[in-house]
């Protein structure tokens, strides 16, 4: 893809985002924000089988963020949770498909690191760089 297919994804992500709302009685239910640009970030699971039943997300914040919590929710809505814990920065930030800046990155790995506080009790990647 190039990088105008990559903007008008994220646009479309931001405009139309999936999975967007709250689930009733989730088994996770996490919240976070991004400080350096106010993004604000809630991820629920709703877990059956050892599988991501249901996900859904609600926030505020910048279309990089948004974006992001659409295609991750997306990604592992269905999906085995342990299969879940191993996506990484990686996979958000070509799911992305652009070339971000420090402060755009963080934006883009909130979601990431939502799901990985509320699920596992873990740091993302990014975080243990600091």
Known sequence: ????????????HYKNPRNYGEI?????????????????????????????EDVK?????????QASASMLTEMIKGQDMEEIKKIGK???????GLQLGPS??????LSLKVLKAGA???????????
């Open 1 to 12: 893809m190039d990088e105008e297919l990559y903007k008008e994804n994220i646009l479309d």
């Open 104 to 109: 755009r990155i963080k934006c883009a790995l």
């Open 24 to 52: 009733e009685n989730p088994d996770i239910s996490y919240f976070d924000t991004n400080p350096l640009c106010g993004d604000e970030l809630q991820m629920q699971i709703k877990i059956k089988d050892g599988k991501a």
């Open 120 to 130: 596992y009790g873990l740091k993302t990647e990014d975080e243990e760089e600091e």
């Open 57 to 65: 997300f609600k926030g505020k914040g910048c279309s990089i963020s």
């Open 90 to 96: 990686k996979d958000i930030l070509d799911a992305v």
